[in-house]
């Protein structure tokens, strides 16, 4: 904690990652070379202690990383797979988003934390399971390629697969650990919202929430009615989004965040009276959503939406449940 803490995040990772490959590369010699006994017990006892170590070591440094810590105590309370909810009484009007999935994560100072489809998450899960995995592979094939060296058969067409895997592994790896240590200095954004869904003419607070390790440029969050149509044009189905309605929220200029020590900045949200409410048919919608955007020293800018649900006046949710 005395040190640069992405560097010791980063050493964490590389260390998990190690044990998980010196088990598997323990484990595939006792299992292709040693006789049963009981030193062959013994390890495959260690190797499998290592695997299971370093694998979740690995992934829990990681999900940590890529969630908040209001969010990971939100999942410390209600379980990592969300359990079932009670269904509101209140149906809105066809063709008008549900609530369910913009309530469903309470926030930690205001009503609710709003869902960021980020897909910088869900890339850096998969290149982890993808450079994990092969490296695995990797390095059953080279125990394999190691011992036919020993015993005089020797087999090229193995080692010749060797190079180009080797090179797979060490740029899948590189380029996980790279996605990793970006993460680690931007760190998780997180919005909440004191009520929803959201009524033209009225006004609501939003708390921003930027974590990381990093000094911040500019910082902003807008608000965006975003108009998408689809059509046929020819064989194709062509997708067109238009900004119709554009309302900065928060501006925020030079700020250091540190681990421990997010970045918390409040405002205000006002829906215009003549405001378009949320749809979604089948060739057209209308969807809200606040942007953030920011821009840092040393690091990648970035933009990560966070959707929103607009209903008309009428259509507003009852006072009382029953």
């Known amino acids: 904690m005395t040190g640069w803490w992405i560097i010791g995040s980063f050493g964490e990772a590389s260390f998990f990652a190690a044990c998980f490959l010196i088990g598997v590369l323990c484990l595939s010699i006792s299992i292709t070379?040693?006789?049963?006994?009981?030193?062959?017990?013994?390890?495959?006892?260690?190797?499998?202690?290592?695997?299971?170590?370093?694998?979740?070591?690995?992934?829990?440094?990681v999900l940590k990383v890529v969630t908040s810590d209001e969010h990971r105590e939100a999942i410390s309370h209600s379980g990592l797979i969300p359990g079932p909810t009670a269904k509101s009484?209140?149906?809105?009007?066809p063709m008008i988003p549900l609530l369910e999935p913009f309530t469903d994560s309470p926030g930690a100072k205001l009503a609710f934390r709003l869902p960021c489809p980020s897909q910088d998450t869900l890339a850096?899960?998969?290149?982890?399971?993808?450079?994990?995995?092969?490296?695995?592979?990797?390095?059953?094939?080279?125990?394999?390629?190691?011992?036919?060296?020993?015993?005089?058969?020797?087999?090229?067409?193995?080692?010749?697969l060797l190079i180009p895997g080797i090179y797979i592994g060490w740029r899948s790896g590189r380029l996980f650990f790279m996605s990793y240590v970006q993460a680690l200095g931007i760190g998780s954004t997180t919005v909440e919202i004191e009520d929803l869904p959201l009524i033209p003419g009225k006004s609501y607070r939003v708390l921003?929430?930027?974590?990381?390790?990093?000094?911040?440029?500019?910082?902003?969050?807008?608000?965006?009615?975003?108009?998408?149509?689809?059509?046929?044009?020819?064989?194709d189905i062509?997708?067109?989004?238009?900004?119709?309605?554009?309302?900065?929220?928060?501006?925020?200029?030079?700020?250091?965040?540190?681990?421990?020590?997010p970045l918390e900045m409040e405002g205000i949200v006002s829906i215009p009276n003549d405001a378009m409410h949320s749809f979604q048919s089948l060739h057209n919608a209308i969807?809200?959503?606040?942007?953030?955007?920011?821009?840092?020293?040393?690091?990648?800018?970035y933009s990560r939406s966070f959707p929103v649900v607009v209903y008309p006046r009428a259509a507003s949710k009852p006072a009382s449940a029953d």
């Open 124 to 160: 850096l899960i998969g290149i982890g399971g993808f450079a994990m995995s092969w490296n695995a592979m990797l390095a059953i094939f080279f125990v394999v390629a190691i011992r036919s060296l020993f015993e005089g058969n020797i087999q090229y067409r193995l080692i010749l």
């Open 89 to 93: 009484k209140y149906v809105p009007p």
């Open 238 to 261: 062509r997708t067109e989004r238009s900004v119709v309605r554009e309302q900065s929220v928060i501006v925020q200029g030079r700020s250091r965040i540190d681990w421990g020590r």
């Open 33 to 61: 070379s040693l006789q049963v006994g009981s030193g062959f017990w013994l390890l495959v006892w260690v190797s499998s202690a290592l695997i299971i170590l370093g694998a979740i070591g690995f992934w829990y440094r």
């Open 287 to 301: 969807h809200w959503k606040l942007i953030v955007e920011g821009e840092a020293n040393r690091w990648p800018s």
């Open 208 to 235: 921003l929430v930027q974590y990381g390790k990093l000094v911040i440029k500019k910082l902003t969050m807008r608000l965006v009615c975003e108009e998408e149509s689809t059509y046929h044009y020819g064989t």
